[in-house]
């Protein structure tokens, strides 16, 4: 039995960050529920509810943008690799390494957002190298639900609009929720709890009444620094936690 009322505050705070950036749930959910002591795999049937519910929403809201040939190759590719990494992290039991991914995803995530130099070669990179650079995110993604961090850079480089962007991170993120979801169901079903899925309506209520309204009022500048310390915080939280 999980504190809901603590799982239900959390969520309700990170579903103001993915209502605004198209992720947070995952992002900030995954190392905060391990810091609270909860394995991975419980850690993922308690906010894939709460996450996929809200980019559901986003992706419906975004129906009439086309999503691109290449994109469509680009996700299947993605989605196998996701599949084949958190099965192996299931049957491998990884999760200390897990842990030590997290952290440095986070880390790596934040350094290459204070730096534009950094950013401008990554996003060449991710134009040029896009199926290699889905591939390496799915790995990530499936080990750690951390995936994000990369997404976050690889729609910044193939869209210039908010509005764009937050669509193509939410695509991905229904994406890897459903696949995740249904490994689990066959791998784990033990991981699945009544509690992800009581709390993912309080998510879709803050989407609406709090997140949603941030987004359209907000300026990016502002929340894209705030997020980049928060990632960088956090990741030096979990790998000081997994080396004490």
């Not at 459903?178 to 993912?200: D, K, N």
Request: charged share 10%; aromatic share 10%; hydrophobic share 55%.
């Amino acid at each position: 039995m999980h504190d809901v009322y603590v799982l239900s505050v959390i969520i309700a705070l990170l579903a103001v960050v993915q209502s605004i950036f198209g992720m947070g749930i995952l992002v900030f959910g995954t190392p905060t529920l391990l810091l609270l002591g909860f394995d991975f795999t419980t850690v993922l049937g308690l906010l894939l509810p709460s996450s996929m519910a809200i980019s559901s929403i986003q992706v419906w809201s975004g129906r009439n943008l086309p999503l691109p040939a290449q994109e469509r190759v680009n996700m299947k590719i993605c989605a196998l690799v996701v599949v084949a990494s958190l099965a192996i992290l299931m049957y491998a039991n990884l999760k200390a390494r897990a842990d030590i991914l997290i952290g440095l995803t986070m880390l790596s995530a934040a350094v290459i957002r204070y730096s534009r130099r950094l950013q401008t070669r990554l996003q060449g990179f991710v134009q040029r190298q896009g199926r290699a650079y889905v591939a390496v995110m799915g790995i990530v993604h499936g080990l750690t639900n951390m995936g994000g961090a990369l997404l976050a850079v690889y729609a910044v480089s193939g869209y210039s609009e908010k509005d764009q962007v937050r669509l193509a991170i939410a695509r991905y993120y229904l994406l890897f929720g459903a696949i995740q979801l249904c490994t689990l169901t066959v791998l784990r079903r033990s991981a699945l709890s009544w509690e992800g899925l009581a709390i993912a309506p309080i998510a879709v209520i803050v989407y609406f009444s709090v997140g949603n309204l941030l987004f359209k009022r907000t300026g990016a500048p502002l929340y894209e620094r705030a997020m980049t310390a928060f990632i960088g915080a956090y990741g030096a939280v979990v790998l000081a936690k997994t080396f004490i």
